[in-house]
């Protein structure tokens, strides 16, 4: 398999997807709903670098996607740019590609799952080589190794969580 051929939907940028290569593709539609100024900045940047590419899918793609997944719930959930995004990834799946969506939208990761298309998601998974996680008391901030099987403290008894800590 080649080089990975990334699909970026707007969780991506506001996640803060580290985009490296120059193998990164959305739809017209995302740059409208990445909003606040980070992630705006993180696109618009990624565009003026030639690292992230503007495409869209063929209308028989979304034609396509709509008739493999009209027996699933999940149709009636995803809108257009979704669709658009999810008939890229099928373009590019077809075309033998090695593609990967990134995206946090449960709907999106569902029909992926039915197209068996790779998918990740940033927020609640983390992207591997990017993020790690480190198990945090969130009333003391006492760190713990992930071997610690309780869901307490043991310092003072408040729950512990996964923190997102991002790799230099
Ligand atoms: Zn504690």
């Given at each position: ?11 991506a ?23 606040d ?10 565009i ?8 869209e ?22 809108s ?17 590609k ?27 998974e ?7 996680w480190k ?26 969580f ?7």
């Amino acid at each position: 398999m080649g080089e990975i051929y990334y699909i970026l939907d707007a969780s991506a940028f506001i996640g803060g997807f580290d985009i490296q290569n120059s193998l990164n593709f959305t739809i017209s539609e995302i740059s409208e709903e990445v909003k606040d100024l980070k992630s705006k900045l993180i696109f618009d940047e990624a565009i003026n670098n030639g690292k992230l590419f503007i495409k869209e899918p063929s209308s028989e793609g979304i034609k396509s996607l709509e008739s493999i997944i009209s027996n699933s719930g999940d149709i009636l959930r995803l809108s257009m740019p979704d669709k658009k995004l999810i008939a890229l990834a099928i373009e590019f799946f077809n075309e033998k590609k090695n593609v990967e969506v990134i995206t946090d939208d449960y709907s999106i990761q569902n029909v992926l799952k039915i197209l068996k298309i790779p998918y990740k998601s940033i927020l609640t998974e983390g992207i591997k080589g990017i993020y790690n996680w480190k198990k945090t008391c969130e009333g003391c901030k006492k760190e713990y190794p992930d071997s610690y099987s309780w869901d307490d403290c043991e310092i003072c008894g408040s729950k512990i969580f996964k923190k997102r800590i991002k790799k230099d």
